[in-house]
T-cell receptor, first 114, second 112 residues
Framework: DAKTTQPPSMDCAEGRAANLPCNHSTISGNEYVYWYRQIHSQGPQYIIHGLKNNETNEMASLIITEDRKSSTLILPHATLRDTAVYYCIVRVANARNAGNMLTFGGGTRLMVKP | DGGITQSPKYLFRKEGQNVTLSCEQNLNHDAMYWYRQDPGQGLRLIYYSQIVNDFQKGDIAEGYSVSREKKESFPLTVTSAQKNPTAFYLC???????????FGPGTRLLVL
């Protein structure tokens, strides 16, 4: 699986959009971009994933650049409860061997401030 | 409610003791996983199972053992061979080995 690079920390004002960047310059054509977040002392929570098109769900939007070498997770109206570590992960789609494991790096610690 | 449960939330281990962490899911998922997380670090894979009665070692399997006798359950035993067991242990499951993984709330293991 390709490696990802994320800033170690970011701040965001409550009610504003939080834009979390991720670089994955060595991503392969069959690798998806996944985002999880982990609130302190809890299990990681799945947020969203995508291959090449932009994706949106009730939690967030995922914008993937045309060359797929980077992406941005957007939380449109951040709240204090969005304070967490956000992990960007790339993984091979439909990999039937090795269980297609998730490889978590250090992530971005997002602090939403009042 | 469907989901993944882990118990206990906190577990204390004495030196030389084996302890077992429970993970149960009622999502009808085939695949289950165990990860370890140390303070300020990402997750590292210990073991995974893609089907009942089968499991594979992950990156840091030494000192751990698992079983998968039922689809719903994937217990992890931390043996006395694991010299540094203090960590946050997370269980996850996915419908198949390549689908989105969903995590339980975690068990924090401390050594006395």
């Amino acid at each position: 699986d390709a490696k990802t690079t994320q800033p170690p920390s970011m701040d965001c004002a409550e009610g504003r959009a939080a834009n979390l960047p991720c670089n994955h310059s060595t991503i392969s054509g069959n690798e998806y971009v996944y985002w999880y977040r982990q609130i302190h002392s809890q299990g990681p929570q799945y947020i969203i994933h995508g291959l090449k098109n932009n994706e949106t769900n009730e939690m967030a939007s995922l914008i993937i650049t045309e060359d797929r070498k980077s992406s941005t997770l957007i939380l449109p109206h951040a709240t204090l409860r969005d304070t967490a570590v956000y992990y960007c992960i790339v993984r091979v789609a439909n990999a039937r061997n090795a269980g297609n494991m998730l490889t978590f790096g250090g992530g971005t610690r997002l602090m939403v401030k009042p | 409610d469907g989901g993944i449960t882990q118990s206990p939330k906190y577990l204390f281990r004495k030196e030389g003791q084996n302890v077992t962490l429970s993970c149960e899911q009622n999502l009808n998922h085939d695949a289950m996983y165990w990860y370890r997380q140390d303070p300020g670090q990402g997750l590292r894979l210990i073991y995974y199972s893609q089907i009942v009665n089968d499991f594979q070692k992950g990156d840091i399997a030494e000192g751990y053992s698992v079983s998968r006798e039922k689809k719903e359950s994937f217990p992890l035993t931390v043996t006395s061979a694991q010299k540094n067991p203090t960590a946050f242990y997370l269980c996850a499951s996915s419908s198949t080995g390549w689908e989105t993984q969903y995590f339980g709330p975690g068990t924090r293991l401390l050594v006395l």
